[in-house]
């Protein structure tokens, strides 16, 4: 794609969320164009989620198939009516708990949400992010964003501008820089049209936070278990994601196994002339011996963790590192969150020691 506009960078921080540039880019939004912006979870690429050209330039700017929907982001409680057939007390019960927060739920869309937006479903994904930035542009373009991460699919969602502009320099109007991102994975997804609650995307807000407001909640066999044969029921899962450029093998087992194995797999990629790379917990970074050796974070620490993901992958793909590996962590709480996107950003490829 040739650059189609002239992208703005505006760069405006949580702390002083609404300058006056903000009405401006209020006024993109409401007149069809683009504008990336800051959330907690990642960068978003927003569009008026009401107009289907909108939604149809996110998805071109994107590269991304138009049947895999995108989020609506309000920033006042009292539009989520507006977007649904009706509140079920479950949804009201998650709102005062976790909204404005880093929590998606699905339920059946009403008639004012276009299908251009919701991927042809007759459902709806919302979310009331807490970022203070992301609030002010939603206020001043008239209260309903769409937005999906602001990458080119099928790359790890940005959680700086610098990559945000490097996917959409000359495919969206303006970019807010806000600087760093506080957690780093996208939303959790939660489905509240079936019987039962559903987490579709796991993410920050846990199912053992979800299951203390609402009793049981499922989750989707097919993020449990990547040879389920099933259909993911989040339409994104099912393509490859968050993936560097490099070829990236998760080894997971006992620490001194897998610094051991890691090490004599980087030898034999370096004897095949790759490029190599690894990912490691802060207390094994002195015992790796690689091209490029990038500390994640400490491993009793996921948030930590969950906040340099993406950028690490993205550091790689910066230095051309072709061969990555990168120890695996914890499943607990939000360790259910970064193995899913670790695992799918490798595509399943693991070495069990
Ligand atoms: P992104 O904003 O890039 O993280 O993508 C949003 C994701 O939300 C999509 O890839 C879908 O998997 C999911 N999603 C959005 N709307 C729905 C919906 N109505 N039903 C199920 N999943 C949805
Ligand atoms: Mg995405």
Redesign the pocket.
């Known amino acids: 794609m040739n650059k189609q506009v002239n992208t703005t960078v505006v760069r405006i921080s949580e702390g002083n969320p609404n300058p006056p540039e903000m009405a401006g880019l209020g006024e993109i939004i409401k007149k069809g164009g683009l504008v990336a912006f800051p959330t907690e979870t990642v960068y978003g690429l927003g569009g008026d989620a009401l107009n289907p050209e909108s939604s149809k330039k996110i998805y071109a700017a994107k590269g991304r198939p138009s049947d ?4 609506v982001h309000i920033a006042d409680l009292n539009d989520l009516p507006k977007l649904v057939v009706s509140v079920p007390e479950r949804a009201k019960k998650l709102a005062d708990a976790f909204w404005p927060g880093p929590l ?1 739920m ?1 339920l059946n869309k009403s008639d004012l949400v276009p299908t251009e937006t ?2 042809g ?1 007759s ?3 919302v979310r009331f992010p807490s970022h203070k930035v992301a609030q002010e542009l939603i206020k001043a373009s008239g209260g309903y964003i769409a ?3 602001a990458n080119l699919s099928g790359k790890p ?1 940005p959680t700086l501008a610098k990559y945000v502009l490097e996917d959409m320099d000359g495919r969206v109007d303006a970019i807010i820089d806000g600087g760093d991102i506080p957690i780093g994975l ?1 939303s959790t ?1 939660v ?1 509240l049209t079936g019987e039962k609650p559903m987490i ?2 796991p993410g920050y807000i846990t199912k053992e936070m979800l299951e203390s407001v609402l009793g049981e909640v499922l989750t989707d066999p097919t993020i449990l278990d990547a040879s389920c044969k099933e259909r993911p ?5 099912r393509y490859r994601h968050y993936a560097p450029k490099g070829e990236l093998t998760i080894v997971e087992g006992p620490a001194d196994a897998v610094i051991e194995t890691i090490n004599r797999e980087v030898l034999i990629s370096a004897g095949e002339r790759k490029k190599t790379g690894v990912i490691a917990s802060d207390e094994n970074v002195p015992y790796y011996s690689a091209d490029v050796v990038k500390c994640i974070g400490n491993r009793n620490n996921p948030e930590e963790v969950a906040a340099s993901l993406y950028r690490i992958l993205r550091e790689m793909d910066d230095e051309n590192v072709e061969a990555i590996f990168s120890e695996s962590f914890s499943e607990e709480g939000l360790g259910e969150a970064i193995m899913n996107r670790l695992l799918k950003a490798a595509g399943h490829r693991k070495i069990t020691v």
Do not use: F, H
């Open positions: 895999n929907p995108l989020i998606t699905i919701t991927g479903l459902t709806v994904a937005a999906p991460s969602s996208e997804i489905d579709l995307r029921k989040a339409p994104g899962m």
